[in-house]
């Protein structure tokens, strides 16, 4: 008999606008790439082939401008190392993973009432310790206001 399996990577972001000027709560979602440096990291990590300094975890969420062309979301390869624009915001994670799901972890982080007011946000990755890039996702057009604060969940799953 001859048994074959194989592990996928995947990546899926939730995101929850809430308002302090009375507006309901939005939620939006979203669908990651993984980039070949994450990849190239996972396998790393495994062969314990990184060195004295390990700096394959995720040590940041960053946001930037520069993801859609005439509104439509960029196509994200997995050969990138950086966001199309400029970074905007780098913002710390708080990683967890699923007690019910232990082959899946969550990155939080969150855009406050305070920041990033004024632009428009339409990528964002995350970024290990070593400052490559795990994965990236661009979307729609996200205008940020002082009214708005947003808390993006960003789930890796190991299926």
Not at 74 to 91: A, I, P, Q
Not at 149 to 154: A, C, D, K, S
């Amino acid at each position: 008999m001859k048994i074959k399996e194989s592990t996928k990577v995947k990546g899926d972001i939730d995101v929850t606008i809430q308002y302090n000027d009375g507006r309901e709560e939005e939620k939006l979602y979203f669908r990651n790439t993984i980039l070949r440096t994450g990849r190239y990291a996972l396998a790393s990590s495994l062969a314990n082939d990184y060195g004295d300094d390990y700096d394959f975890f995720i040590a940041r969420m960053i946001f930037g401008t520069n993801g859609t062309s005439a509104g439509v979301p960029k196509h994200v390869n997995t050969e990138r190392n950086g966001l199309f624009g400029v970074t905007l915001l780098s913002k710390p994670v708080s990683a967890a993973i699923d007690t019910n799901n232990p082959a899946q972890v969550s990155f939080t982080s969150v855009i406050t009432f305070q920041e990033g007011n004024g632009s428009t946000i339409n990528e964002m990755a995350l970024r290990m310790n070593d400052r490559d890039l795990y994965s990236m996702v661009t979307f729609p057009d996200l205008s940020k206001t002082s009214s708005m604060q947003i808390t993006m969940v960003w789930k890796i799953s190991f299926v």
